[in-house]
């Protein structure tokens, strides 16, 4: 009989009522650990759920008490709304504006912590050929995403600058049957009404949502300063996605592709979060020891819609 007690670990999640916010959530407290989230609701503290207002300047410094690390995932949806000019600076502004608090409450209270993870997205590489192998080492791209993600990372240089471990997650396409890219998909897929997206080769660099969480927890730990690539080990063609859905779902992909200009009439700008192609690899977390659990898109598609 072990007499070894696990240590509780105390987390704080910024962004923690998103669909990435409440996996990680999840799984942490799933582990025995303690927790808290930061809302722009007004709500009783008890139950783990802390007020700030990113606008406003106002964090419930309780909500750092004994906390061992930070996650910062804080920031308007990219594809919730129309990209008009003051969404597109919302898109923005909501990412600096919480990271700059955090790091301004932190300052200002001479607040320790053991690392803070700080999400980023693979639209920091832009829309590359498929042919591209993109590691962490690899250049910014161009366009409104890349310009988007490059900021965020460089004002989340500030965590680094206040003397603790910070690590940045450029996120793939995450996969959840609970939200993001591919829920919309299901219903269509089961309607026989999915199809690829233009000529279906531009590449998708995705991740499972699990995989995911695990590899936040994983680099926390870790506690290296370090920009980490969160995506699987195997991105594939928009078209391979498409019947991999398909065939998770036991449907058949009946029509041949979307046109572009239809989804550029639909979208508009957001066309190109939609259309973007970048084979991107997770060179940083593989070297580190991570194991993913979902290497292929048939086993993460099976485990999400079978």
């Known amino acids: 009989m ?7 670990k105390r987390y704080l ?3 923690g009522t998103g669909l990435i ?7 942490l407290e799933s582990s025995g650990h303690e927790v808290r989230v930061l809302s722009r609701r007004k709500t009783d503290a008890s139950n783990g759920v802390f007020h700030w207002n990113v606008d406003s300047g106002e964090l419930d410094l309780k909500a750092f008490e004994s906390i061992d690390y930070l996650i910062n995932l804080a920031g308007a949806g990219v594809i919730d709304k129309a990209w008009t000019v003051a969404y ?3 898109i923005l502004e909501s990412r ?5 608090l955090l790091q301004k409450v932190i300052s200002e209270n001479k607040i320790s912590l053991k690392s803070v993870a700080c ?3 693979i639209g920091f590489y832009g829309d590359r050929d498929s042919e591209e ?3 962490e080492e690899s250049a910014t791209g161009t366009g409104y995403l890349a310009a988007v993600c490059s900021n965020w990372e460089e004002v989340n240089k500030g965590f680094e600058q206040l003397g603790i471990p910070t690590q940045v997650l450029r996120i793939g396409i995450v996969l959840s049957n609970k939200g993001g890219a591919l829920k919309p998909l299901i219903p269509l897929t089961k309607a026989f009404l999915s199809a690829p997206l233009g000529n279906g080769k531009q590449v998708v660099s995705w991740v499972h949502i699990l995989d995911l969480v695990r590899m936040i927890e994983f680099v926390l730990e870790k506690g290296e300063s370090a920009t980490y690539n969160a995506v699987g080990p195997s991105p594939v063609t928009n078209k391979v996605y498409t019947k991999a859905i398909g065939k998770a779902l036991k449907r058949p992909i ?4 979307v046109p572009v200009f239809a989804i550029k009439l639909i979208f508009g700008e957001r066309s190109e979060a939609i259309l973007m192609s970048s084979n991107v690899q997770a060179k940083k977390a593989l070297s580190a020891g991570f194991e993913f659990r979902f290497k292929k898109i048939d086993e993460a598609l099976s485990d999400l819609l079978s």
């Open 2 to 8: 072990s007499f070894v007690k696990e240590i509780v």
């Open 88 to 90: 597109k600076t919302e």
């Open 119 to 121: 999400a980023s997205a």
């Open 13 to 15: 999640i910024s962004g």
């Open 254 to 257: 009946l029509f041949p592709f």
């Open 133 to 135: 192998i993109l590691t």
């Open 21 to 27: 916010g409440q996996a990680l959530k999840s799984h």
């Open 96 to 100: 600096l504006k919480s990271s700059r």
